[in-house]
Every structure is written in structure tokens, then in C-alpha cells.
């Protein structure tokens, strides 16, 4: 019975970190985006994020986007800057054209920082994206 359950492969979505300036506390900091390149909306977009390492765990935070349009993206959350010496992972779960599909984005820990930036599909900012 699991073997007959297809899972459609993920294409043109992704998780990014972007380094944005926040303008009530006056700083940069790290926030993660999740990315729609598809010419399709999604629908339903649940979000499950958590860092860990070892033995060191954050709590698991989740987010709901009814819908991301087409060719946009969607602030997730900010990173904080110790977590980025954890791992942080990014489970996405998304409708798209009636299919569930899901994948898991990870951020290897140190990975995302200022040598690491490039360009990004739809952003206009450099960033990270997740593995």
C-alpha cells in the first residue's frame, strides 16, 4: 500500500535567508522567506521550522499561508543569530493544481552568512537558499 502513495517532486519553490534591515530596532538581521517561482499559486502553504545540532534543539515553530501567488514570495520568520549555528530546517507542505506536495529545506548550520550570499529567484535582495 505505501509503495502505490506517489508524492510529486517539488520544483521552482524555495526556502531563503535574506539579510534585511529592520527598521524599529535600527539593525540587520537574518530572515527566512519562502519562495513561489512556479506560475501556479499555492495554496495552504504549512511551514514547520526547527534548529538543531546534537544534543542542542529550538522549539518547533509553525506558520500557515493560505495562499503565495505566482512569482512572489512570503516573509516566514526572523533567524536569530545563534541559530544560525545550529542546523535550521523548513518543512514545507503546499496544494498546488489539486497535489499535495511537501519537502524538506535545510540551512546546514554556519552556512547561511555574508560569503554565502547570491542571487535569488524573484527576491531583488542576495541571500541564502536552503538546501
Given amino acids: 500500500m505505501k509503495k502505490d502513495i506517489q508524492i510529486p517532486e517539488v520544483s521552482d519553490v524555495y ?8 527598521e524599529d530596532f535600527k539593525t540587520d538581521e537574518w530572515t527566512a522567506y519562502l519562495i513561489n517561482d512556479k506560475d501556479i ?7 514547520v521550522s526547527k ?5 542542542k534543539e529550538t522549539s518547533t515553530i509553525r506558520h500557515k499561508l493560505e495562499k503565495l501567488p505566482a512569482k512572489s514570495f512570503a516573509k ?3 533567524i536569530q543569530e545563534e541559530i544560525l549555528a545550529l542546523n535550521n530546517q523548513f ?10 506536495f511537501e519537502k524538506k529545506y ?17 527576491i531583488p535582495e542576495k541571500g541564502v537558499l536552503a538546501e
Fill in 106 to 122: 535545510l540551512f546546514k548550520k554556519n552556512s547561511v552568512n555574508k560569503n554565502a550570499l547570491r542571487d535569488l529567484p524573484i
Fill in 41 to 47: 499559486d499555492l495554496e495552504m502553504a504549512l511551514i
Fill in 91 to 100: 518543512q514545507i507542505t503546499f496544494f498546488a493544481n489539486g497535489k499535495m
Fill in 51 to 55: 534548529g538543531f545540532d546534537g544534543k
Fill in 76 to 78: 516566514i520568520e526572523f
Fill in 15 to 22: 526556502v531563503a535567508a535574506v539579510k534585511v534591515y529592520n
